[in-house]
T-cell receptor, first 109, second 116 residues
Framework: RKEVEQDPGPFNVPEGATVAFNCTYS??????FFWYRQDCRKEPKLLMS???SGNEDGRFTAQLNRASQYISLLIRDSKLSDSATYLCVVKGSQGNLIFGKGTKLSVKP | DAGITQSPRHKVTETGTPVTLRCHQTENHRYMYWYRQDPGHGLRLIHY???????DKGEVSDGYSVSRSKTEDFLLTLESATSSQTSVYFC???????????????FGPGTRLLVL
């Protein structure tokens, strides 16, 4: 089983739609979780950390289910500017980040 | 802006030649990382550093070496480049952010390397 797995997509949605991304991780001892966003030919940028109680930042909501080793990201009211690849990230034992391969989102007018 | 720059931003080289990539940070962070990103693999850790002259291997370290003689600079060297090392290389630094001292990483703009 890969350490961090994501549906690669692409997800093609209209503006204003709600879209959800899911991610599973294999190491039950993992403590830190993040979502990064990567635009085409750019570096990954931190979107938000994921806390055990779930957390929200504007239109973005992240959830963590430790029992199922499952992380989710919900985007409400999608904008054209949300088009990007979303990377699920888990902190590894060396302090490095373990990245999923990413889920591509395309928001259409 | 985490103050990370990478040089060169693009490089084309030939198989068998040595290549050095530079990562420079302006904010005195202790931890620095080198990743490569390839289609179908996502980002993978090559080497990392936890201080001046303190480095360790990551997941895909074969064929790469690193050096950190100053806090602000972390160098990645391909001693004898191969076509399989054609990739996008990202440097990252880490800092503590948010509640609970969660550690996250910030990335430089990347270096696109083509080995012919």
């Amino acid at each position: 089983r890969k350490e961090v797995e994501q549906d690669p997509g692409p997800f093609n949605v209209p503006e204003g739609a709600t879209v959800a991304f899911n991610c599973t991780y294999s190491n039950s001892a993992s403590q830190s979780f993040f979502w990064y966003r990567q635009d085409c030919r750019k570096e990954p940028k931190l979107l938000m950390s994921v806390y055990s109680s779930g957390n929200e930042d504007g239109r973005f909501t992240a959830q963590l289910n430790r029992a199922s080793q499952y992380i989710s990201l919900l985007i409400r009211d999608s904008k054209l500017s949300d088009s990007a690849t979303y990377l699920c990230v888990v902190k590894g034992s060396q302090g490095n980040l373990i990245f999923g391969k990413g889920t591509k989102l395309s928001v259409k007018p | 802006d985490a103050g990370i720059t990478q040089s060169p931003r693009h490089k084309v080289t030939e198989t068998g030649t040595p290549v050095t990539l530079r990562c420079h940070q302006t904010e005195n962070h202790r931890y620095m990382y080198w990743y490569r990103q390839d289609p179908g693999h996502g980002l993978r850790l090559i080497h990392y550093s936890y201080g001046v002259k303190d480095t360790d291997k990551g997941e895909v370290s074969d064929g790469y070496s690193v050096s950190r003689s100053k806090t602000e600079d972390f160098l990645l060297t391909l001693e004898s480049a191969t076509s399989s090392q054609t990739s996008v290389y990202f440097c990252a630094i880490s800092e503590e952010v948010g509640r609970g001292r969660r550690e996250t990483q910030y990335f430089g703009p990347g270096t696109r390397l083509l080995v012919l």
